[in-house]
Each structure stands twice: as C-alpha cells, then as structure tokens.
C-alpha cells in the first residue's frame, strides 16, 4: 500500500481512461478544457512515456489484469477504451467489483460486445461504428434540411408581387404562426418586393386564439374570391392542398406547402416548393428551423407566436414532440417576449363562452361515469371543447359529450380520462357515416351537417328533435343502457 500512496502526490483524479489508443487520445484531448486531472493507463511504455512527455499523468499497465487496481485509486469517472474487447470487459468487472459506485463508459468492439459490457455494469457503452453511423445520417438529415430552407429562401428571393399565406380553416396558433414566420422570410428574402397577405377562413374562436392574434397584433385576413384573385402567388402553412380543410376551390395552383399532417402524396401538388414533415410536432418548429437555418431576424412577436404555436400543436410539448421540436423551442425562448406568452395563455373568459359553461353545467346529465350535455344553439364552436374539458372535471364523470347546434349543423364534442375508451374511434364509428368524426383516444369531435335542415329557424328545437336517435349510436357503441330519467 506504501507504493500507492507514493504515487497519489496531486490528490485526487478525476478522470480514468484505461486503454489509450486514438480513442482513448481523443478522449484525454477532449477532457483537456475542463481538467488535466487524468490518470491514464495504457500497456504500450511507449505510448506511455510520450503522454509524460506531453504532461498528462500516465502509468503502465494491463488493463487486463486484475492487481492493477491495488494500486490504484479509482476515480468517479473511467473509461475504458482499448481496443481489444476481454481486456475491455474484464477491466469493466474488476472496476465494478470493487468500486460498484464508478461510472464507467466502455468501448464495445462489436454489438455482441455492447451487451456483455452492459451485463458487467458500464453505466455508458458505446460502440464506435455506430456512432459514427448516426452522427453521419444526423449531419446529412441536418444538411438536408438546410439546403431546404436555402431552395425556399431562393425562391422567395426571385419573386415580385402579392403572396398569400393560406391557413387551414378555423386557424390555430401553428397556423397562424408558422403563416407569420413564412411572411418574415418572403420579406426578409425579397427585401419587400414581395408582399404577403395572410389569408384564412372560419373563425379564430377559442378564447386563446382570439386573445393570440390580438395581443401579437396579427393581420389576417378572410380568404376570398377577389384576395386569392389578387395573389400572385399561394403559399399553405399546416394545410396541404387546396379544398381540404380550406375554402381555396380544388385545383387552384399552390405554389409553396408546407405541414406537419401525414398528407396522401398524390393530393398534394404544389408546383415550386413541397415541405411535408409528419414526423414534427408542429409546423411551427419546421419554420423555426428555416428561420434559424437562414439566419432571418426573428422578432418578438414571431418568436412568441411560433412558440406558443408549437406548444399548442403539441399539447404543452406532451403530444407528438419529438427532439427536434424541443431544439427549437430552446431556440425561440430567449427571442420570445414571456410576459406577452403569459397573457395570451390566461386569457378572460369571453361572455360567450361562459354562457356555453354555465349551459353545460347546468343541463347535464349524467349516466355511469359519461356526462351528457345540451348546449343549444351556438355562434362559437370554440366554447364546447372549453366547456367539455371543464366538465370533465367533476366528480364521477369520465366521459364528457357536449353538444349544441350551429348554422350548419350538430356538433358534438368528447373528452374523456377513462383510457379504456378510444373517443376518436367510437365516434367515427357512430357518426363516420352521417358526418365528419374522429379524434385522439380521449379527445375527438364529431360535425353532423344538417344540409336539408338549415333553413330551419328554431335551431333549439331541430336539435331537440333529431338528437335522440343521434346519441343513441353513441350510447349503443360504448354499451350505456338507457336508464330512466335520461335525456
Ligand atoms: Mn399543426
């Protein structure tokens, strides 16, 4: 034990690499900025002796052997790097043995290696080959991407006239945003020689939205003949071909797509510029990376509507969020103003919707868990999946379906916590034929259009009269009985 003591001078390493061949070189270079506190050990006395040479404390020895350790102290860090796969693994072991607390990261010199040293406890074992693989096919994917929002950019450059940037129907915030972020590219492109309008249609009903495009200050107009006749060129954002979600008549010309949707290929046609990406969270993050890419300015109120807008396509980043979306939420948040992002996210309640609340809690009913609720007649959709996901809070219920009837037609929208459910699929199943429906497992809505039944005047009374049979094929489906005093 005297010799250990001798060698131990300058307190305690840090770090261990056992086994220092251009790996294990790489990885002491690497250290070097944050420490030369690095105790390595090799069997070569040459390698040995030029790492003394160049300062770094080195003593050898086989990694191999199990008496090695005797005499030296372990730091809370190793790795273990040579390139011979016993000697790896039988260093990992007698590391573990002893010293069960140390971290070590192992080089595995095959996959059936990686397992055998996962087996003896490396907390980290990496296999080479493969991590040049995957930094190879990143950097190419990265590339890629790039070169994408390079065409766009070109392309943008060449153009002169009016753009117009077409949101899906009734836009939420990845629309809206992702419809702003592409203006501030065609702007910063075309050093304004190119105009952008951003056109939608339906409503911006849901009181977050409303209080978003408000507090961003948005300009947005309502798509109409005479606007699309006034483009020179269309682009879409989070919406991917003309009459699918949007008032453009089909097969008018879209110059520019791009989505996050999982689109069948042959509807969408674009002619200068396809960006389709169903693995992203939102469209909002595909613009952030071009906006990034392109080093374009990102001004507040784009930042904190592509922000929100990507945290509302993913549901507060738990739905569909993958890495990608959380690198550039990481890119966005310094830029974003955070005292703007908390008012849009607590915004009042409008009158409307508090009405729809106080309609739903008052009439409901409720059967074995599912609650039932008739809202009337309604201006704003919006206020039903508020209402629903407020009801969905009290006792006893785990099945919200609220209902109401506006200008063109029944809508019915579910929430439910009971994951023994699929809404989406129970309601496509009860009204896919009828009408529009399907969803998430415990979130989904349904739009039964009342075509022959529009001109009716009593709104109220027509949906007192057709919902019945209606809520039948739902009760039916997930197996309610009728029990007295329903309905
Ligand atoms: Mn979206």
């Known amino acids: 034990m005297a010799d250990a003591d001798l060698q131990e001078p300058q307190g305690e390493v840090e770090y261990m690499v056992l086994g220092c061949g251009s790996i294990g070189y790489n990885v002491i270079e690497e250290l070097e900025s944050e420490t030369r506190s690095i105790l390595v050990v090799d069997k070569d006395e040459k390698r040995v002796k030029d790492l ?24 809370k860090v190793v790795f273990v790097l040579s390139s011979e796969k016993d000697a790896n693994l039988a260093a990992v072991q007698a590391i573990k043995a002893r010293y069960p607390e140390a971290e070590v990261i192992a080089r595995a010199m095959d996959p059936l290696s990686q397992s055998a040293l996962e087996a003896a406890g490396a907390e980290n074992v990496i ?36 753009l117009g940037i077409v949101t899906h129907n009734n836009p939420d915030p990845d629309a809206i945003s992702s419809a702003m972020a ?36 948005i300009r947005m107009e309502k798509c109409t003949a005479q606007q699309l006749k006034e483009c020179r060129y269309l682009a879409m954002v989070d919406a991917s071909a003309p009459g699918i979600n949007n008032t453009i008549p089909r097969g008018t010309p879209i110059n520019i797509v791009i989505d996050h ?25 595909i613009l952030t990376q071009y906006l990034q890419d392109l080093d374009v300015p990102v001004d507040k109120k784009v930042a904190t509507g592509l922000l929100y807008g990507i945290r509302a396509d993913t549901r507060d980043f738990r739905r569909n969020v993958t ?26 309640i409008s009158k409307e919707t508090l009405d729809v609340l106080g ?14 609720s008739n809202v009337g007649y309604i201006r ?33 929208i579910a929430r439910s916590r009971d994951v023994r459910i699929n809404l989406g ?25 009342l075509t022959v039944f529009s001109m009716v005047e009593d709104k109220e009374k027509l949906l007192s009269l057709v919902i019945d049979p209606i809520l039948k094929r739902f009760e039916n489906i997930v197996g309610l009985e009728k029990k007295e005093g329903a309905q």
């Open 52 to 75: 003394l040479d160049q300062n770094y404390d080195a003593v050898t020895g086989d990694i191999r052997d199990p008496t090695l350790l005797d005499t030296l102290r372990v730091p």
């Open 127 to 162: 296999y080479p080959q493969e991590v040049v693989a995957k930094a190879a096919v990143h950097q190419i994917r990265r590339l890629h991407v790039t070169r994408i929002a390079q065409r766009l950019f070109r392309l943008l450059e060449s153009w002169e006239g009016v």
């Open 425 to 449: 699929n129970v309601l496509a199943e009860a009204f896919g034929e009828i009408g529009d429906a399907g969803g998430h497992p415990n979130m989904a809505a349904a739009v039964i259009p």
């Open 261 to 285: 949707h999982r689109t069948e290929e042959q509807v969408v046609t674009a002619t200068d510029f396809v960006d389709i990406r169903p693995g992203m969270g939102a469209t909002a993050s």
């Open 323 to 348: 890495p990608q979306d959380l690198n550039y939420v990481a890119f966005l948040m310094p830029l974003a103003d955070n005292e703007l992002l908390d008012k849009i996210m607590s915004p009042s």
């Open 380 to 412: 704003n959709r919006d206020a039903l999946p508020q209402a629903a996901d407020y009801l969905l809070n009290l006792e006893g219920v785990n099945t919200a379906l609220i209902y109401g009837i506006g200008d063109t037609g029944i809508i019915l």
């Open 359 to 372: 309609k739903a809690i008052q009439d409901r009913v409720i059967r074995s868990g599912y609650l039932f």
């Open 182 to 217: 592409l203006a501030a590219i065609a702007r910063a492109a075309s050093d304004r020689r190119l105009q952008t309008r951003i056109l939608y249609d339906g409503n911006i009903g849901h009181q977050e939205n409303r209080a978003f495009v408000n507090l961003l200050d």
